[in-house]
T-cell receptor, first 114, second 114 residues
Framework: DGGITQSPKYLFRKEGQNVTLSCEQNLNHDAMYWYRQDPGQGLRLIYYSQIVNDFQKGDIAEGYSVSREKKESFPLTVTSAQKNPTAFYLC?????????????FGPGTRLTVL | AQSVTQLDSHVSVSEGTPVLLRCNYSSSYSPSLFWYVQHPNKGLQLLLKYTSAATLVKGINGFEAEFKKSETSFHLTKPSAHMSDAAEYFCVVSDRWRDDKIIFGKGTRLHILP
């Protein structure tokens, strides 16, 4: 089955720790995205990548980092610099970088800071 | 610059009655418009999209939306609600000729009453 997988589904972090969220897709899509979702705020773009070895900051990139070493993978690291990391994180991909293309979403990772 | 406004944060309808979820947008150029659905603790799934063809767009699960340029609206409708339609719905806008921004609305929670 083609699709996007995110792991883990739930993640707990102590304050001051970095954590990495996994996102893998087998759709052969060029573009990948990370969003943060908070209640009542919709989705906010953290980072996006249009091609391997390239990525751009979104609207709320501070305290986050990404890499895109392989087409299939776009991991997100939540660093200790992110002051309020508790949220639901969604990864998405699209066939190309054009904003007219449909985005396919993973099932999400819920991060809780203890 | 683009923006999108979902006019209701919550909508409640009885099972078997029509559904109307309202979305207004602003766009400087030619917009692409999408509706996505999200069930609790899941990723988003595309319901339908408008990219400049027919103004009445049919999607999955009996949903449809009409692009009205004069009213800058893209309201989502369904003739008869089903219990399984209970979810959060997001309206999304992007400018087809400016490949740099995809804007999500804040979402509308649809409740189905038995």
């Amino acid at each position: 089955d083609g699709g996007i997988t995110q792991s883990p589904k739930y993640l707990f972090r102590k304050e001051g720790q970095n954590v990495t969220l996994s996102c893998e897709q087998n759709l052969n899509h060029d573009a990948m995205y990370w969003y943060r979702q908070d209640p009542g705020q919709g989705l906010r773009l953290i980072y996006y990548s249009q091609i391997v070895n390239d990525f751009q900051k979104g609207d709320i990139a501070e305290g986050y980092s990404v890499s895109r070493e392989k087409k299939e993978s776009f991991p997100l690291t939540v660093t200790s610099a992110q002051k309020n990391p508790t949220a639901f994180y969604l990864c998405a991909s699209s066939i190309g970088a054009s904003v007219g293309n449909e985005q396919f979403f993973g099932p999400g990772t819920r991060l809780t800071v203890l | 610059a683009q923006s999108v406004t979902q006019l209701d944060s919550h909508v409640s309808v009885s099972e078997g009655t029509p559904v109307l979820l309202r979305c207004n947008y602003s766009s400087s150029y030619s917009p692409s418009l999408f509706w996505y659905v999200q069930h609790p603790n899941k990723g988003l799934q595309l319901l339908l999209k408008y990219t400049s063809a027919a103004t009445l767009v049919k999607g999955i699960n009996g949903f449809e939306a009409e692009f009205k340029k004069s009213e800058t609206s893209f309201h989502l409708t369904k003739p008869s609600a089903h219990m399984s339609d209970a979810a959060e719905y997001f309206c999304v806008v992007s400018d087809r000729w400016r490949d740099d921004k995809i804007i999500f609305g804040k979402g509308t929670r649809l409740h189905i009453l038995p």
